[in-house]
Structures are given as C-alpha cells and as structure tokens.
C-alpha cells in the first residue's frame, strides 16, 4: 500500500475501476497510483484485517476469526459495506488520516468511477453511492461506462463515426462492446471469466485426478497450462492438493490437455457472444470492425493464444494490450486529463446515460 508521501496531492482527481479481481485507482497527473488485489481480510466479521495483496496472501488459509471477502462478484457490488470500508481506507493509507478527514469535513475531491454497461440502473447506483455515502465527501462524481474508458485506454478513437469492437475478458465476467461516435450500439456482458475458468479447473481436476485443489492453485495451472486453441505438444504442471479417498495430501501431473478441456465450454461461450454482437452490428459499422478488427482487454486475455482462437473464429485481425487489466482505469485518467473527453462522463440523471 502506498504511504504519505509517496504521490501528489496537488491534484484531488480520481479514477476508480473497481474490479473482481483488483482494484485500480488513477490519479490526475500522477497516473496510476493502486493496483491491488479486490479483497479484504475482516476479523469476526468487523473489523478491517488487511486490504489489497495483503489479503489475498490470506485466502483460502485463513482460521475462522478471519474471513477474506471479494466485495465485487459479477462485476458488481456484492458487498457496499466492504467495498466502501477498503475505498475509504486506501485513501488514509495512501494520504495520512489528514486527508481523509479533511475530505469529510468537506474536502474537494472528485471521482470518477468505471461501471459496466449491461448492468441495472440500480446496480449502476451502488457505485455513486458507494463514494457519496462515505466519509470522502466530494463536490463532484462522474459515471463513466466502463466499454468507453476501456477503449480509450486502448488507445481508441471513441469519438469518431467509425465503428470498435472492444472484447474485455475479466476475472469474473466478459463485456463484448460495439462502440461509435462516443457511445455504446451494443454491449453484451457475460459471467465468465478468469475465475470460471479456475472454478472450471478445479471442478475437473477433481474429476480426472480425484484431487481437491484451491482457487489459487486452479489458478496457476491456468497460468502455465492454459491455451484458446489446443496445442499438439502436451506439456505437465505438478500440483498439489487433498486426495478424496484418503484425505491425504497429494501431488498430481495435471497436461495442458486437460486445461483445455476444462475451459473449452466457457471459451465456445465467449465466442458465440462475440458472434451474436457481430450479427447485431449495423452493415457501415460491420465494414470498419472488418478494416479494424477486435481490441482484446481485460486481465485474462493474457491466456495463450486466446487471441489466435478469436482470429479463428471470426475472421477477424486482433489487437492486444501489454498491460490489459489497466486500460479501463487509464481511460478514466485520459477523460480526466482531457476536457475533450468529459462528455464521456455522466451523472445519474444524464437522459443519455440510462
């Protein structure tokens, strides 16, 4: 966690994309400022453990005293108290307790806060509220639908009449967005992503090798063994867990092979999404996706050849990002930075955000 010090405080401007699996703020002429892990460690239910990295170094092996929650799930808010608890602490980490109180007492802060496009207005609400309720009072909060920013941290033209087909592939959902003239034509949003795979994993390494692994470990077989299309070469990763008969621990080859297998069925989902949006897609539009192909963002698309699987699939040439998982929030920083941009931002009670 950043301390005192450490960044500006010249610039009270904040972009917060509140992921699944991490959180990520950005701050006004400083950049990116908070990369974590989406998690929180609370004792008895109460009181605040650990934020960030720190927690998720506790899942899965904390005692009952302890729980570790994901305050996002879906791509929303499962969690307000949590959620808004870990808002209000990463500010006095990062800033002293100085600015935090200094923020309730009437600071002059403003956020800007990336939501997912396919979601209910009431779900869209849980993140304005989540800032205008808690100790941060600010004098300004903007909505940015999360499609745009993520295109613009791409390194889009979202303004123009030329039609971007935007595939953001996340730990826990999949936004499929057909973007134009600075708005969404179509947008599909879909719950799978990273942790489906894993959940996925998991469930067939049970299945295969009769082994009960974690989350965690689910997860690092998806790292080293995970692909879009399946590889003629096998290559093994050793993992650990609990054998079902004995109840023992125990060690397992698990091919990357069987990965594929696992995620084959979530895969093929993606794919006929991406289809039917290209199906939906006006004619002059289809024409430029054609020209430009599709942008792949989202901290999963780091999968192996899951790009050359979409390729394949569509027809389509691909462009992928070297650091995915951070092209939302930097596209809240450039419609911060840039006054071009800040019609990109709504309030909730903008006619042409609903």
Same mark, same amino acid.
């Given at each position: ?50 934020? =960030? ?11 009952? !005293? &302890? ?38 007492? @009437? ?51 979202? +303004? ?21 003239? @600075? ?51 096998? &290559?093994?990763?050793?993992?650990? @867990?609990?054998?079902?008969?004995? =109840?023992? *621990? !125990? ?7 069987? &990965? ?29 996706? +054609?020209?430009? @192909? ?40 450039? &419609?911060?930075?840039? *006054? ?15």
């Amino acid at each position: 966690m950043l301390t005192k010090g450490d960044i500006p405080m010249s610039e009270k401007i904040y972009g917060i994309d509140m992921g699944t699996n991490s959180i990520k703020i950005y701050q006004k002429a400083a950049g990116v400022i908070l990369h974590q892990k989406n998690m929180i460690a609370m004792v008895k239910k109460k009181e605040p453990l650990a934020l =960030g990295d720190e927690a998720y170094s506790m899942y899965e092996k904390a005692p009952k !005293n &302890i729980e570790v929650k994901q305050p996002i799930i879906n791509g929303v808010i499962a969690d307000f108290t949590a959620m808004q608890t870990m808002i209000q602490l990463y500010f006095k980490g990062m800033h002293g307790k100085k600015f935090a109180e200094g923020l309730a007492a @009437g600071g002059n802060a403003e956020f800007y806060i990336a939501v997912p496009s396919d979601i209910t207005e009431v779900e869209k609400r849980a993140f304005y509220d989540l800032i205008a309720s808690s100790s941060l009072k600010t004098k300004k909060i903007r909505i940015v639908e999360k499609p745009i920013a993520d295109a613009l941290g791409a390194g889009l033209d979202v +303004m123009d009449a030329t039609g971007r087909l935007i595939v953001n592939i996340g730990a826990d959902t999949t936004e499929i967005s057909l973007i134009s003239l @600075g708005g969404i034509v179509q947008s599909r949003l879909l719950k799978i992503g990273g942790t489906k795979f894993d959940e996925a994993i998991q469930q067939t390494v049970k299945k295969k090798h009769n082994l009960v692994i974690g989350m965690k470990s689910a997860e690092r077989l998806k790292m080293q063994l995970a692909s879009g299309i399946k590889e003629d070469e096998e &290559i093994t990763y050793d993992v650990m @867990g609990r054998n079902l008969i004995t =109840g023992l *621990p !125990n060690k397992v080859t698990v091919t990357n092979h069987l &990965i594929f297998e696992a995620m084959s069925e979530s895969l093929s989902s993606i794919i006929d999404a991406i289809k039917f949006i290209l199906e939906k897609t006006p004619p002059e539009l289809s024409m430029d996706i +054609m020209h430009d @192909g599709v942008c792949m963002t989202g901290g999963s698309t780091h999968i192996k050849n899951l790009d050359l699987l979409i390729q394949q699939e569509t027809g389509l040439s691909i462009m992928k990002m070297e650091e995915p998982e951070l092209t939302v929030v930097k596209g809240l920083g450039m &419609i911060m930075e840039n *006054p071009d941009y800040e019609r990109l931002a709504h309030n909730l009670q903008d006619s042409d955000f609903h």
